[in-house]
C-alpha cells in the first residue's frame, strides 16, 4: 500500500499551481495544510486523477492513476459537489454504488450501512435539497467511502460541520486510517492536529515542511501559525 | 409484531468492527474473480437513470406520426419539426453531470466519467436510430417522399440540433442552464417549418442533394461526439 | 456485484452470494453463539474465507452452506474454551438512553433462550432469511418451522414481557 508522488507539477498558462511535488503515503492520516490558493485542490485532483499534470508521475501500487485498478480503490470527497435534483440520500449512495461497480443487492446493504455510520438513516428518504449543509457533507463522506477505499483523499472535509459532527468524523478519519491510506486538506490545524501521522504544509505550490507529527512534537498550531506567520 | 420484532433486533445486534471489516472484504473480494466492467455493466447501471422526458419526446414524434399516417406530406414537417427537441433534450441529458455538479464524484468512480457518457450515448443513441428508422418508414409510407427522401427530412434537423446542442453545452457558459439547447431546438423546428411549401426544395432531382447532406451532417455528427468524449478524458486542463 | 459472478467449469455464470450483504448476518450468527465480538469477527471471516475455497456453490443451496460452515465452527469454537462465555456489555454505543434499555432487554431475552431456539429468532427475524432457506438451514420440514418459530416468537415476547418491555 504505497502511493507516491514524483516530482508533479501542473503549470498554468500564466502560474504554477503545483510546483514539483514529490512525498510517497503509507498507510496512516496526512494531513494537508495550508492557506487557500496554495494548490491543495489541483494537486489532490491530480491524486485522483481527474486532473493531468503537466510532468511527474503519480502511481499507486504501480498501478497509473489513469487505470481502473486504481479508482477502484479510490474514494474521493471534493472540496465542492452537487447532485442530481431528483436524488434523495439513499438515490445518492445507490447511484455512485452502481458506478463503483456494486450490484444491486451488495449496494442496498452497504448504502443502508453507510446511511448508519454517517448518521442519516432517518433523512435518506428526503430530498438532498432539503439536507443542511453538514447532513450534505456527511452524505459526500459516506459516497466516497462505499468501496472501502484504499486510497481516500479528502478537500476541505469538514467544511460546514458543525463541532460535534467534527468530532465524530476525526473518530471515522482516525478508524478508517488504520488501514487506508487518508489524506486530508484543510486550513484549520485542530482538524488533524490529534489524528495525523504526518503532516505536509504546502505554500504558493510548494512544499514548505513535511514530517511525522506526534504529541511529543508540541502544539501543531503554533508551528503551523510560526511557519505562515506572514499569511495568518 | 412480526415487523416489530425484526426491527427490535435488528437495532439490538451487534456491529462488527469497521476496520476489520474493511480490511476483509477488500481482500475478499481481491480474492475471488475480479472482472473488467464490461460495456453491458455499464449501460446497464446509467439506463433507468435517464430522465423521463427523454423518452417521451420521442414518443410523441412517434405518436404524431402514427396518427399522422393519413394526413400525408404534412406528417413529415410536423414530425421533423419534433426532432430537434429529441435530439437536443438527450445531448442535454446525457451532459448533466457538469450542469449539477457531480462530474467530479464520478470521474472517479470505476466506470469514469467518459464511461458514463459512453453508456448515456449508446442507451439513448441506439434508441433514436431505431426511433428514426420507425419514424421513416411509417411516415414515408403514405408521404409521397418516398423512405429515403422522408428519412432524410426527419434526421437532419435532428442532427444539427444534435451537432448545435454538443457545441453549445462543451462551453462554460452553455453548461450553465438549459437554455442554449432550447434555443437551438426552436430554431432548427422554425427553420423546418419555415421551408415546408417551399415546394421546389423537394422536387425528384434535387433529391441527391439531401441524401448528400445527411451523409456530411451524420459525418459532422459523429466529430462533435468524439470531440465530447475527448473534454471528458482531462476535464480541467 | 461484478465480482461476485464466477464462471463454474461448465463456464456457465452464476451470482454467488455477495459478501457485502451476508457479512453482518453472518457476523450476528456468530457473536450469539460466542457472545464475543472478536471471536466473531474472526469466526466470521473464517466462515467466508472456507466458503471461497471450497467448491460446493451450487445454486439454492449456498445460503445452507454458509451458515453451516459458520455454525460449526462456532461449535469448534466453544469446545475450545468456555471460560469467556460472559456476555458482553451490551452499552458500546452512546445512543439515546431509551434505545439502550431497548437494547440491553432484548440481548438479555436472547441470552435466557435455548440455542436453538435463539438461531431461529436470528435467522428469521435478525437476519431475514427467506423460510425454504432456513429449512434447509435447520433440516426441518416448512410445517414444522412454522409451529416452531410461532412457539419460538411466543418465548421470546413473554421474555421481553418479564423484563420492562410493555409495562
Redesign the interface.
Known amino acids: 500500500m504505497e502511493l507516491k508522488i514524483d516530482r508533479i507539477t501542473k503549470q498554468y498558462k500564466n502560474k504554477i499551481a503545483v510546483d514539483r511535488l514529490s512525498f510517497t503515503l503509507g498507510k496512516g492520516v496526512t494531513g494537508l495544510l495550508g492557506a487557500n490558493g496554495a494548490g491543495k485542490t489541483t494537486l489532490m485532483r491530480m491524486i485522483c486523477g481527474i486532473l493531468m499534470p503537466t510532468s511527474g508521475d503519480i502511481t499507486y501500487d504501480g498501478a497509473s492513476v489513469s487505470e481502473e485498478r486504481y479508482r477502484d480503490v479510490l474514494g474521493y470527497l471534493p472540496q465542492d459537489f452537487g447532485y442530481y435534483p431528483e436524488f434523495s440520500g439513499r438515490d445518492f449512495l445507490m447511484y455512485f454504488s452502481a458506478l463503483k461497480g456494486l450490484d444491486k443487492k451488495a449496494a442496498r446493504a452497504r448504502t443502508e450501512e453507510l446511511l448508519g455510520v454517517v448518521g442519516l438513516s432517518d433523512v435518506a428518504g428526503k430530498k438532498i435539497r432539503t439536507y443542511s449543509g453538514g447532513m450534505k457533507q456527511r452524505l459526500g463522506i459516506a459516497q466516497a467511502l462505499i468501496n472501502r477505499p484504499e486510497v481516500l483523499i479528502l478537500d476541505e472535509p469538514t467544511a460546514g460541520l458543525d463541532p460535534k459532527e467534527r468530532v465524530r468524523f476525526r473518530n471515522l478519519i482516525e478508524e478508517i486510517g488504520k488501514e487506508s491510506i487518508v489524506l486530508l486538506s484543510t486550513h484549520i490545524v485542530s482538524d488533524i492536529e490529534h489524528i495525523a501521522d504526518k503532516v505536509i504544509m504546502m505554500r504558493s505550490g510548494q512544499i514548505i515542511w513535511q514530517g511525522p507529527w506526534g504529541e511529543e512534537d508540541g502544539s501543531l498550531e503554533d508551528f503551523y501559525l510560526k511557519e505562515f506567520g506572514e499569511e495568518n | 409484531?412480526?415487523k416489530d420484532?425484526?426491527k427490535?433486533?435488528?437495532?439490538?445486534?451487534?456491529?462488527?468492527?469497521?476496520?476489520?471489516?474493511?480490511?476483509?472484504?477488500?481482500a475478499?473480494?481481491k480474492?475471488?474473480?475480479?472482472?473488467?466492467?464490461s460495456v453491458f455493466?455499464i449501460i446497464k447501471?446509467q439506463f433507468s437513470?435517464i430522465?423521463l422526458p427523454v423518452w417521451l419526446v420521442s414518443i410523441a414524434a412517434l405518436i404524431v406520426a402514427i396518427f399522422g399516417i393519413n394526413l400525408n406530406r404534412e406528417t413529415v414537417f410536423v414530425v421533423a419539426a419534433i426532432m430537434p427537441f429529441v435530439s437536443a433534450i438527450a445531448v442535454f441529458d446525457s451532459m448533466?453531470s457538469r450542469m449539477?455538479?457531480?462530474e467530479?464524484?464520478?470521474?472517479?468512480?470505476?466506470?469514469?466519467?467518459r464511461g458514463?457518457l459512453l453508456a448515456r450515448f449508446i442507451c439513448i443513441g441506439a434508441v433514436h436510430i431505431v426511433l428514426l428508422l420507425v419514424l421513416s418508414i411509417v411516415v414515408g409510407s403514405s408521404s409521397g417522399y418516398g423512405y429515403a427522401m422522408t428519412g432524410a427530412i426527419i434526421t437532419l434537423p435532428y442532427l444539427i440540433s444534435s451537432i448545435a446542442s454538443m457545441i453549445i453545452e462543451r462551453t462554460e457558459i452553455g453548461r450553465e442552464n438549459a437554455f442554449g439547447c432550447i434555443l437551438v431546438s426552436v430554431m432548427t423546428s422554425v427553420m423546418i417549418l419555415a421551408i415546408k411549401d417551399e415546394k421546389a426544395l423537394f422536387a425528384a432531382k434535387y433529391r441527391w442533394i439531401w441524401l448528400e447532406m445527411l451523409a456530411v451532417f451524420v459525418a459532422l455528427e459523429c466529430i462533435q461526439i468524439k470531440k465530447t468524449f475527448r473534454l471528458e478524458e482531462?476535464?480541467?486542463? | 456485484m461484478i465480482n461476485s459472478l464466477y464462471i463454474t467449469e461448465g463456464g456457465e455464470r452464476q451470482q454467488s452470494m455477495d459478501i457485502e450483504e451476508q457479512y453482518d448476518k453472518i457476523f450476528r450468527f456468530c457473536y450469539y453463539r460466542v457472545h464475543n465480538t472478536d471471536i466473531a469477527q474472526d469466526l466470521t471471516q473464517e466462515t467466508f474465507l472456507r466458503f471461497m475455497n471450497s467448491d460446493y456453490k451450487e445454486r439454492g443451496e449456498q445460503m445452507r452452506y454458509l451458515y453451516t460452515i459458520a455454525r460449526n465452527l462456532c461449535i469448534d469454537e466453544s469446545r475450545k474454551a468456555r471460560t469467556t462465555d460472559l456476555p458482553e456489555d451490551y452499552s458500546d454505543e452512546g445512543s439515546g438512553s431509551d434505545d439502550l434499555i431497548r437494547k440491553i432487554e432484548v440481548n438479555q431475552a436472547l441470552d435466557k433462550m435455548p440455542e436453538e431456539d435463539r438461531e431461529l429468532l436470528i435467522l428469521r427475524y435478525m437476519n431475514e432469511v427467506p423460510l425454504s432457506d432456513i429449512c434447509k438451514i435447520m433440516g426441518v420440514s416448512r410445517f414444522a418451522l412454522y409451529r416452531k418459530l410461532n412457539s419460538v416468537k411466543r418465548d421470546f415476547i413473554k421474555l421481553m414481557e418479564g423484563g420492562s418491555f410493555h409495562e
Open positions: 409484531m412480526s420484532i425484526r427490535m433486533m435488528a437495532d439490538a445486534s451487534p456491529k462488527p468492527d469497521m476496520v476489520g471489516k474493511d480490511a476483509f472484504i477488500r475478499y473480494r480474492k475471488t474473480e475480479r472482472t473488467e466492467l455493466d447501471s437513470y430522465k448533466r449539477y455538479g457531480m467530479e464524484l464520478e470521474g472517479v468512480t470505476r466506470i469514469s466519467g458514463i482531462y476535464q480541467w486542463n
